[in-house]
């Protein structure tokens, strides 16, 4: 198993940038590939980028491309999203997640961390 604790959420204005990090512990990083999710206030769990193991493979979500990237560094055991150009509708809790398939589906990663708050004001 491995255990995910994601940061670096927190308020920003409009047209901010906030870098998260996810700090997976229990098996190698490596192991995975993973991915971020949001969830606003009454709204379903959605998908937002995914990385391959190895990170060589990334993929987004059509409302974010271009304003987001995931990377991760599996020396470290670190996921990251550097979230730019922040809009009042990215406001959500964020979520990292592990997987053995490559995947969007939430019910397709077995490991997720506890969330980071990302509020955004016009």
């Known amino acids: 198993q491995v255990q995910l604790v994601e940061s670096g959420g927190g308020s920003v204005q409009a047209g901010g940038s906030l870098k998260l990090s996810c700090v997976a512990s229990g098996r190698t990083l490596s192991t995975y590939n993973m991915g971020w999710f949001r969830q606003a206030p009454r709204k379903e769990r959605e998908f937002v980028a995914r990385i391959s193991r190895g990170g060589g493979s990334t993929t987004y979500t059509d409302s974010v491309k271009g304003r987001l990237t995931v990377s991760r560094d599996n020396t470290k055991n670190t996921l990251y999203l550097q979230v730019n150009s922040l809009k009042p509708e990215d406001t959500a809790v964020y979520y990292c997640?592990?997987?053995?398939?490559?995947?969007?589906?939430?019910?397709?990663?077995?490991?997720w961390g506890q969330g980071t708050q990302v509020t955004v004001s016009s």
């Open positions: 997640a592990a997987s053995t398939d490559w995947a969007v589906r939430p019910d397709d990663y077995a490991y």
